[in-house]
């Protein structure tokens, strides 16, 4: 695992794959910070009401509510 390519395992699921360029800017990592939190919360949208007493869901829902 390198920074310009990156997986993440998976539980039962097999793997997520980040690959970035050789050359990226600031505004390329912001906008990427961005967009991946909005994804990852479109994400637990999905799963409605089963994650809320997750004690990891509502310490992440915490922290991604303060990035924004």
């Keep these: ?17 980040l690959t970035l ?9 912001n906008r990427l910070e961005h967009d991946l939190g909005r994804l990852v919360r479109m ?10 007493s997750d004690p990891g869901a509502i310490e992440f829902d915490s922290w991604a509510a303060q990035t924004h």
């Design 1 to 17: 695992m390198t920074p310009r390519h990156t997986t993440f395992p998976l539980t039962d699921s097999g793997a997520a794959t």
């Design 21 to 29: 360029p050789p050359h990226i800017t600031l505004a390329d990592v």
């Design 43 to 52: 994400l637990r949208k999905d799963f409605g009401d089963r994650a809320g």
